[in-house]
């Protein structure tokens, strides 16, 4: 059934595995493709909670890095835009499978920008020691600075800069930097002087 694309079937079949023959092997490679029979099938949800299963069950097995796209995939399909990029980075983070990475990347940056400040701030606690965590971190200090969070926002930049010094978002972190500050290193104004012309003495005097 599942080589002739007859998921539905397929499933069927695999359910009987999983219910007859737990912790066996034929269990664990039922388990797995009972996940992606229903990611074909489109029941997200279902195959979102089946490659959990699966995952915590076989952390180790050599599809734990696919089902990890599938979770994400699914849960992206869902619009749970928290746990798809956490899925979706764990699989980029994992795999070698340089088309498979670069999907899950640009998933990734699509739903970078419309999570939370929570959500961003635990991807960037999780995630702190990947590459992947450039986008977090730029994404975290730009939503900082924009509820007005300027003193995480200015750590988080600098964070940011210093880590990954040739970072793609070099000029809108600078951007950023700097409508902190404004206001904020001398506290001074400024006015133009008018050195020529009717007033010209007022401005000569002021200079």
Known sequence: YFKGADYLNALTAFEQ???????TEPYEHALYLCAFCQYKLARFKNAASY?????KEFPNSKYSVNALSLVGESYFNLAQDYEAAYYLMKYYAQSEDSTGRQKAFERTLEILPGLSLAALDKLHRIFMAEDIDEH???HLAQLEAKQGKKDEAERDFNL???RFPDTKYLYEADEYKRFLSLGQATGRAGILLPLTGKFSDIGENML
């Open 17 to 23: 595995i999983i219910t007859g023959f737990k912790l």
């Open 51 to 55: 490659g959990e299963k699966y995952l």
């Open 136 to 138: 977090i971190l730029y």
């Open 160 to 162: 940011l800069l210093r």
